[in-house]
């Protein structure tokens, strides 16, 4: 398996830009989970989803932040409007059931927004 | 907001000698987990250590649980230069069985 896959790796945008991250998870597990890593504040979760549905999107810091997963194999997280402070490490992760499992993280996609 | 904090921040050791990293935390857990992360890489599952559970081996690494005192050790043994990474306990709540709240990570560098 190719592990948990990340487009892009890498995003320097503008601020006011909207920026799209992409995540693959691994086959066959069904909950994914979208983090964000930072210097000032570690890893923080920002939303869960289960069997494709968000269960918890409590971590979400505001309405510019938006996510989803159209299918099993497949989710987006959605920055519009940008903002320097949102430049960070955000992690793919997902884990079989969700429920007390390890997770697998992807690669990160690390975004700069100047 | 982090659960737990890591002891030490930051460690530096030479080739061969041992590694312990210690983990404390808030609230009652359901089970703990250490994952490493490489410089400018995604978080490694290392090991998971349930709430029942005092002790668990994996290879190289030993995980004590002490539940009383709300803390656990990551011991690395025989270490190697690459084992450099940071490591971090994350812990899961009896109350919320998905949600992995991470500390702030041990910095670890193994000097060849």
């Known amino acids: 398996d190719a592990g948990v896959i990340q487009s892009p790796r890498h995003e320097v945008t503008e601020m006011g830009q909207e920026v799209t991250l992409r995540c693959k998870p691994i086959?066959?597990?069904?909950?994914l989970f979208w983090y964000r890593q930072t210097m000032m504040r570690g890893l923080e979760l920002l939303i869960y989803?289960?069997?494709?549905?968000?269960?918890?999107d409590s971590g979400m810091p505001e309405d510019r932040f938006s996510a989803k997963m159209p299918n099993a194999s497949f989710s987006t997280l959605k920055i519009q409007p940008s903002e320097p402070r949102d430049s960070a490490v955000y992690f793919c992760?997902?884990?079989?059931?969700?429920?007390?499992?390890?997770?697998?993280f992807g690669p990160g996609t690390r975004l700069t927004v100047t | 907001s982090q659960q737990g904090e890591e002891d030490p921040q930051a460690l530096s050791i030479q080739e061969g000698e041992n590694a312990t990293m210690n983990c404390s935390y808030k609230?009652?857990?359901?089970?703990l987990q250490w994952y490493r992360q490489n410089s400018g890489r995604g978080l490694v599952h290392l090991i998971l250590?349930?709430?029942?559970?005092r002790e668990k081996h994996s290879g190289r690494l030993r995980v004590t649980l002490d539940t009383s005192k709300k803390s656990s050790s990551l011991l690395i043994t025989a270490s190697r230069a690459a084992d450099t990474a940071s490591y971090f306990c994350?812990?899961?709540?009896?109350?919320?069985?998905?949600?992995?709240?991470f500390g702030s990570g041990t910095r670890l560098l193994v000097r060849p």
């Open positions: 992760a997902s884990s079989p059931t969700g429920s007390w499992d390890e997770q697998y």
């Open positions: 086959s066959g597990h069904n909950s």
């Open positions: 989803f289960n069997n494709n549905v968000p269960i918890d």
């Open positions: 609230t009652s857990i359901n089970n």
């Open positions: 250590i349930r709430s029942n559970e």
């Open positions: 994350a812990t899961t709540g009896r109350d919320s069985s998905y949600k992995l709240i």
